[in-house]
């Protein structure tokens, strides 16, 4: 059975062994934790994967919403040393919940439902991304999900999403789910009413 790993796996095994994102040690304090699903790699998806870092496709707003959140600047049409030079700057930290997975098969798509789907046809368990190592000894004011419903239909990831928080609570990470906790809709496409929710939860960033 073949691997389908993240795009960035070196990225994520090297915040996990050394605590070290976009250049930086994420020791102590940081502004925003960041967290998506999974990215695969070209070979594994049916689809062009041209993202040249976390969340860098064409169709993915994220290097809009949170730069303009924070700065008043869009960068999305910037490289990948400007996101990361960003994410230094502001003590982001960006990951994803699935390091890889097993398959015999490519994934149709970038959906999170592909994955579960794709994943249970294999009855194969899929490789996490170890909070536990990577976040010890680190604090963050808000983690911010950028996928807003969480249902039955992706019960894999959902579980990896409330071990992810788990995790954050028992390391002190975090302190409060009420208040430090924002889920956000998926970052794609170009839609006005999903831009206006990202503004808005930026905002309650961006005040304190």
């Known amino acids: 059975m073949k691997t389908i790993e993240h795009k960035f796996i070196n990225e994520l095994i090297k915040l996990e062994k050394s605590n070290i994102f976009a250049g930086r040690t994420i020791i102590g304090q940081n502004k925003l934790l960041v967290v998506g699903t999974f990215n695969p790699t070209e070979n594994m998806v049916c689809k062009p994967n041209d993202a040249e870092w976390f969340y860098g496709r064409k169709a993915n707003n994220l ?3 949170i730069p303009e959140g924070m700065i008043d600047k869009s960068l999305k049409e910037q490289k990948k040393e ?3 030079k960003f ?3 502001n003590k982001i930290v960006i990951i994803d919940l699935v390091k890889s997975a097993s398959s015999n098969q490519k994934l149709n798509s970038f959906s999170d439902k592909d994955l579960e789907s794709l994943i249970s046809r294999n009855n194969s368990k899929p490789i996490f ?3 536990k190592q990577a976040f010890n ?3 963050f004011e808000y983690v911010v999900f950028t996928r807003k419903i969480w249902d039955s239909k992706i019960p894999m ?3 990896a999403k409330e071990e992810l ?7 002190e990470s975090i302190s409060s789910i009420e208040n430090q906790i924002i889920y956000c809709p998926a970052p794609w496409g170009n839609f006005t009413k999903r831009a206006e929710e990202w503004s808005n939860k930026m905002q309650i960033i961006k005040k304190k």
Not at 165 to 171: D, K, S, T, Y
């Open 63 to 65: 290097w809009r919403y």
């Open 82 to 84: 400007d996101w990361i």
């Open 87 to 89: 994410c230094k700057n």
């Open 129 to 131: 991304f170890d909070s």
């Open 137 to 139: 000894n680190c604090k």
């Open 157 to 159: 990831l959902k579980k």
């Open 165 to 171: 928080i788990n995790n954050l609570l028992q390391l």
